[in-house]
Structure formats: structure tokens, C-alpha cells
DNA sequence: TCTCTAATGTGGGCATTGTATACATCCGCA
DNA sequence: TGCGGATGTATACAATGCCCACATTAGAGA
């Protein structure tokens, strides 16, 4: 996996700052964010504790690598989601991807949105603006201009709000195609009205 | 403040276990979450480092409270937005309500949408619910019958995202009558059409 | 009024964590 | 060949969550 001259693995790692981030990422996903200590990562990446702050400054910057990683990934999700939809169509599986991606990886979702970690990161900063760049970009071709900024802004609200009250377990969502009928309806119903969505389909694709 | 034969505060103290909540409130508001440790709860309660632990189990326990706290303080602003306003235009207000609470408590409320604290603790998700039920209660009524599902869900995710949004500094906030006055121009242009909004009816209740 | 008991608060202690400092080791370049 | 900077290690410290044994007190029953 790493090509950055792994040949023993002795006193020097190779690529200490990526193996700390997949090992950071790795122990998110099994558990929640407390089971995110440096100390577990340097164990993980089967380095001392003290090692990972060669490559990162401190816990929060480690924690906001990880978010700037998850934005990356959200955007490609959203981009691809978008790419196989006809144009007028695109919102509804943009918003599926968005929460699915939020219900593939819940606490890396939070850590995105609710850890104040990437508030004084740019990466992050950078990284979120991006990934909301590809949701305007892609939506706002087809909204009427007089109220441009207000539905795209309504369209984004919408679906992180669904993606946070899903993720909660306020909506259920036991089953992923009811889920995704669940959302191609909200957003059928929320959307329809202002020239964008798909008319009055509402069977699953 | 307190009512419960407050005397002396010698050995016992009175009623911790409400201190112990307001003494974690205080500290919440006055940082995030890393500020609110068990041991600066019972700092500032003036008590021994211990003694919470005879009120709450463990620290989720004091979180779950604390966002109980929060559900019912969010419940109330918004049933008193609710009322101030004509029943077709109810929804504005509210949304402004909720996302105004986000503003002035954003770890707060973070901690009751964020946190898994809540997720064992029964007492907390009630409360939920219950806040959620005045939002779909008060609105619920001048929605559509057939897509009275869809439209809550969808009216709720829109809020709840606004304030997520606002919250993480996505959307400009500085000026409170501005964030009010986005906040209706987006909530009109994304439930104008389905029968709330600030629409075509004018009688009075 | 006196005593016993359970509730409540204290004190000490342990493992874990984030982080600072000093030291060891290694790679690349002169 | 030797040296300097980059990288990893060792040691240390304060803070935290939580467990345990003990002290204190309030209040019910005699």
C-alpha cells in the first residue's frame, strides 16, 4: 500500500503521517471518536506515543486530516452520484449519496460537522467549501435565478438535515432502498415545487 | 435559586445532583465540551471530586441530562414562537426560533444532536421526541394529506440543517436580523408552494 | 430522646490520555 | 567519511474518568 521505500520497517516508519491517518480512520469507524486517542493510533501504526507528533501538532490536527479526508471523499461520492443522473434528476441521488455516505461512516460525519477541529484548519475549511461547491454547482443550473441563493442554501439545509436526524435514528432506516425511497420522496416533495425534481414519480427507481 | 431546604451547606449539600447540572450548563456555555469535565463540575458545585458520581452514574449520564436540559428549553422556545404568529405562517418563526437556539447554545446543542449520550438514555430521547412533536404538531396541520409524511420530515431536516449550517459557520451569521431575515427567504422559497409560507391567505384566526 | 441505617460526601488510588522535554537513531549529502 | 536534520524513543507530568474504603449526616423507628 505505501510506495514511499518500504523495504524493513525499522527505526523509520516510511510514511509515518499516512499510517496515522488510516490507523486514525480505521479506529473511528470501529468505534466512536473517544476510541480515537493518539496513543492508540501510534499503537496501531506499531510506533511509540510520542511518534505522531512529529507529523501532527496535536490531537485536533490529526482529528481535522481525518475530516479533510472525509469531505474529499463526500464530494467524489456526491460528483459520481451526480454524474449518472439526468440533469433535471441529478438532486435526488446527490442526496441519497449524501446521506448514505453519512450513514457509511457516522462518526467520521460527525467529526466533519460537529468537532470544532477544522474550524482553524484551512485544509478542512478548504476541503468543506469544495464539497459544497459540487453540490451548488451541479443543482444551481437548474434553478430559477430570482431565488438562487435561497434554494440552494434550502437544497444543502435539507439534505445535511436529513443526513443528521437519519444518522440520529430519528428517522428510521433500517433498510437502505426504503431509506433512499424515504429520501427521493422528501425530496420530491420539498423540490417539486420550485421547478426542480421530477414531477409526481415517486416509485423507486 | 434553590428550594430544597438550603440551610448550612455543611458535609451535605443541599441538592447536588441540580447543581451538579447547572454547574455543567455553566461550564458548557462558557467553552465546548472538552471544558465540561466531571472533576470542574464538582469544582465549581464547591464539593469533593467524587461526589457527583453519587448522582450520575458516570459522565454520559451528566451529558444525557444536560441535552434533556436542552430538549425541553428548545420544545418551549419553540412552542412560544409557535404562538406568536398566524397559523399559516407559523413556520417562519419557528425555524428562526430553532436555529436562535443553536446560535446561543451551539455546544449545547451539540451535545443533543452530536453526542451519543442520548442514544441509552431514554429519559434524553423522550425528550426529543417531544420537541420534535410540537414542530410536526403545530405545523402539521396545514399540510397536505398526501404528502403529510414526506412534507414533515422534509420541513424538519430543513431547519434542523439550517441551524447545522449556520452553526458551522457555512452560512453567514453575523447580524441576527439578517440571519432571520435569510432564514425566511429560504423556508418561503422552499414551503411557499405546499400551503405554509407567507402565501395567498389572509384571515385572521 | 436515642440509636441505627441508608444516603450522601471525602480521600486515596489506578489506568489512560494529551503533551513537553531530552535523548537515540537513521538517511542523505558534503 | 562524517555531519546535520529529520524522525522515532524514553521519561515525565498534570488532568481525567472511575473504583474503593471510609466519614458524616439526616431522618425514621424505638
Redesign the interface.
Known amino acids: 500500500m505505501c510506495a514511499v521505500s518500504t523495504s524493513k520497517l525499522g527505526y523509520h516508519h516510511g510514511d509515518l503521517r499516512a499510517a496515522c491517518l488510516t490507523a486514525a480512520l480505521e479506529l473511528l469507524a470501529e468505534g466512536?471518536e473517544s476510541t480515537v486517542s493518539l496513543r492508540a493510533v501510534a499503537r496501531r501504526a506499531g510506533v511509540s506515543p510520542n511518534a505522531p507528533y512529529r507529523h501532527y501538532p496535536d490531537k485536533d490536527a490529526l482529528l481535522a486530516a481525518m475530516a479533510t479526508r472525509g469531505f474529499h471523499d463526500l464530494r467524489d461520492a456526491l460528483i459520481q452520484a451526480g454524474t449518472h443522473a439526468a440533469e433535471e434528476d441529478r438532486f435526488v441521488p446527490m442526496a441519497q449519496a449524501y446521506v448514505g455516505f453519512g450513514i457509511s461512516n457516522p462518526a467520521l460525519f460527525?467529526l466533519m460537522?460537529?468537532h470544532?477541529c477544522g474550524?482553524d484548519h484551512p485544509e478542512t475549511s478548504a476541503a468543506?467549501a469544495e464539497t459544497?461547491a459540487v453540490l451548488a454547482e451541479r443543482v444551481g443550473t437548474a434553478v430559477p435565478a430570482d431565488?438562487h441563493d435561497?434554494?440552494l442554501?434550502?437544497a444543502?439545509?435539507?439534505?445535511?438535515?436529513?443526513a443528521?436526524?437519519v444518522m440520529?435514528?430519528?428517522?428510521a432506516a433500517d433498510d437502505r432502498p426504503a431509506l433512499d425511497a424515504?429520501i427521493r420522496?422528501?425530496?420530491?416533495?420539498?423540490?417539486g415545487?420550485?421547478g426542480l425534481g421530477s414531477g409526481a414519480r415517486d416509485d423507486a427507481p
Chains 1, 2 share one sequence.
Not at 168 to 171: R, V
Not at 185 to 191: D, I, K
Request: hydrophobic residues 55%; charged residues 15%; without cysteine.
Open positions: 466512536d460527525g460537522f460537529g470544532p474550524r468543506a459544497m431565488r435561497a434554494f442554501t434550502g444543502w439545509a435539507l439534505v445535511h438535515g436529513l443528521a436526524l440520529d435514528g430519528k428517522l424515504m420522496s422528501v425530496v420530491q416533495t420539498m423540490l415545487q420550485v
